[in-house]
């Protein structure tokens, strides 16, 4: 069935990851009228599925990939100060060992093959220490400490890897909570005015009379209703080589490269706040990041996927690699029994048709198509961390259809919540314990690591644990859980346990079933009282 028929919109945009999103904020915030339909949950695909760094990317230096890690580390800090509750400072302890290797087809070893053959694919301190100092200075650190050197037989972040480690070099990059970074920019465009509609698939879209005719369909109810925009923007992550053959069905030569990427999560391996990046006999690294106080985050692996249709998840052979990895290096080897969840994502990388999935472009590739006055614009690849950067060249992509758009206006508008010290979490956590005398500390910093400055409205004039309603358990309460369904698109218990927060970790299946029959009885309760 199909309904209404809508008045134009300037933007309609496919896809609620952190592309999307992120155009949505910067486009409603230089006047554009926008609409933008996610099918699923906000960030329910890759952008929750990140290893959650605002990062500038080492290892892309071997790629020689410098503009892509030169902007990335530029905009580190500008991430930081507008979002100092979601994203923090985090240092990476790098031990090295002789018996490091390079990934056989990188930029960098195959010139030190040929320079240097007898170094067998070896990659020695000195090259680790000098990509590090370009690192340090590629893109301007005003907060980030810079590299130094460890002595690990003294530093307590030799304590858990094995003996053998006796040197590493420790460097600076960010934390960032991707999803909340993605719902955030969802809030902040819709308090601009964007029209943000979750669980919202889109079926078709053609142009007809100078305008698109986008159809979408409300999973929920079923209900198909058709939007009219002047501009599409394609952010369908790993759905846009489907979008732009399925959906717009034209004609393209550009093509996306699905590569799978598996995390583990174990119970915490280490007692202390730094990160190690590790790197594999095959070249390769990962990481293992301190996660949510308790446990320990390893990843990544590359793969390539074969079709978005098919929901990635970490394979048994994805987990054995990780868990051999990590165990190269700590002195308790990590076993499939130390697991506590694993998830998986998939890169939808612009394919510039390099020969290994770990080799593929991260950079982000804008495509528009002009269509005679009727753009369409594909995005492709891109990082977290440059997300705010993408949609800033994406916009000067869509400017010249529009004459007379504001120029660049995000950095330095802190995201909802954000508009406060980079170093001011202590103090917000404190006011709050102040403000609401009832809460744990772990419950006052979990508030304000997620809503920053707007945790005392999450809380409203509550003097008591008891009016904040229900608790479903882990300190989530109804009162929470009212504010994510009305200022953050939360439907189903699974947007607020794995993407609004990660209180799934802590939370029991019974929990969550409860939370979601709960979620499910107040929707309707709303929708009634808004008909009636
Ligand atoms: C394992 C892994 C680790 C990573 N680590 C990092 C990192 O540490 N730092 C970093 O900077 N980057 C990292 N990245 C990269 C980053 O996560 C991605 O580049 C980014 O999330 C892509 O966002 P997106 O918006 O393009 O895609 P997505 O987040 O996938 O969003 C696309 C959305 O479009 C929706 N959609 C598709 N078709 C339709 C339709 N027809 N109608 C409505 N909606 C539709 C989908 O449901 C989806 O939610 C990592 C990626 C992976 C996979």
Redesign the pocket.
């Known amino acids: 069935m199909t309904t209404e028929l809508h008045e134009p919109f300037d933007l309609f945009i496919?896809?609620?990851?952190?592309?999307?999103?992120?155009i949505a904020r910067d486009a409603a915030g230089r006047g554009l009228k926008v609409a933008l339909?996610?099918?699923?949950?906000?960030?329910?695909?890759?952008?929750?599925?990140?290893?959650?760094?605002?990062?500038g990317?080492l290892r892309y230096l071997e790629y020689f990939e410098v503009r892509l890690v030169r902007e990335?580390l530029m905009e580190r800090e500008t991430l930081l100060r507008a979002m100092p509750h979601i994203s923090w400072p985090l240092r990476f302890v790098l031990p090295y060992h002789a018996d490091m290797r390079f990934e056989g087809n990188t930029s960098v070893s195959r010139l030190l093959n040929t320079m240097m053959p007898w170094m067998k694919g070896r990659r020695p301190a000195w090259l680790i220490r000098l990509g590090l100092f370009v690192y340090d200075n590629l893109g301007g650190r005003q907060i980030l400490p810079g590299t130094t050197t460890v002595d690990l037989t003294r530093d307590s972040v030799g304590l858990a890897l094995k003996p053998k480690f006796l040197r590493a070099f420790e460097y600076s990059d960010c934390w960032?909570e991707?999803s909340r970074l993605?719902v955030l920019n969802a809030r902040d465009a819709a308090l601009r005015g964007a029209r943000i509609m979750v669980r919202?698939?889109?079926?078709s879209a053609q142009r007809e009379g100078g305008l698109w005719k986008v159809l979408?369909e409300d999973l929920e109810s079923g209900v198909r209703s058709t939007f009219q925009a002047r501009m599409l923007v394609n952010?369908?992550?790993?759905?846009?080589g489907?979008?732009i053959q399925n959906?717009v069905r034209i004609n393209s030569s550009d093509a996306v490269r699905l590569?799978?990427?598996?995390?583990i999560v174990t119970r915490r391996l280490f007692d202390h706040d730094k990160c190690y990046f590790l790197q594999g006999q095959d070249g390769r690294i990962i990481f293992a990041i301190p996660y949510e106080t308790d446990f320990t985050l390893i990843?990544?692996?590359d793969a390539d996927h074969p079709d978005?249709a098919i929901p990635p998840v970490c394979t048994p052979e994805e987990r054995d690699y990780l868990c051999r990895f990590a165990s190269e290096y700590f002195r308790q080897p990590v076993t499939a029994e130390d697991i506590v969840w694993t998830y998986?994502?998939?890169?939808?990388l612009y394919d510039d048709g390099a020969s290994s999935a770990t080799a593929a472009t991260?950079d982000y590739t804008l495509k528009v198509e002009d269509g005679d006055g009727t753009p369409l614009l594909n995005?492709f690849?891109?990082?977290?961390?440059?997300?705010r950067r993408l949609a800033e060249a994406a916009l000067a992509k869509i400017a010249p259809f529009f004459p007379g758009l504001p120029g660049k206006w995000t950095a330095g508008v802190a995201l909802p919540g954000g508009d406060f010290a980079v170093d001011g979490v202590d103090r917000l956590i404190a006011d709050l314990c102040a403000a609401y005398p009832f809460l744990s500390a772990p419950w006052a910093r979990r508030l304000i690591r997620a809503y920053g400055s707007e945790a005392g409205a999450v809380l409203g004039a509550a003097g008591t644990a008891a009016v904040l309603g229900l608790d479903f358990g882990a300190t989530l309460t109804a009162r929470e859980v009212d504010w994510l369904m009305a200022e953050e698109f939360a439907r189903r218990a699974a947007d607020v346990v794995w993407r609004r927060n990660k209180l799934g970790l802590r939370m029991t299946a019974p929990q969550i079933a409860a939370l979601d029959d709960w979620m499910m009885a107040r929707r309707a309760e709303v929708q009634l009282a808004a008909a009636g």
């Open positions: 496919i896809g609620g990851g952190i592309n999307g999103c992120g339909a996610e099918m699923s949950d906000l960030a329910a695909a890759t952008s929750s599925a990140s290893t959650k760094l605002f990062h990317g990335a960032i991707d993605v919202h698939k889109v079926v979408v952010a369908g992550g790993p759905w846009v489907d979008i959906i590569v799978r990427g598996s995390h990843g990544t692996t978005p998986s994502g998939v890169r939808p991260r995005v690849g891109g990082k977290i961390t440059t997300y």
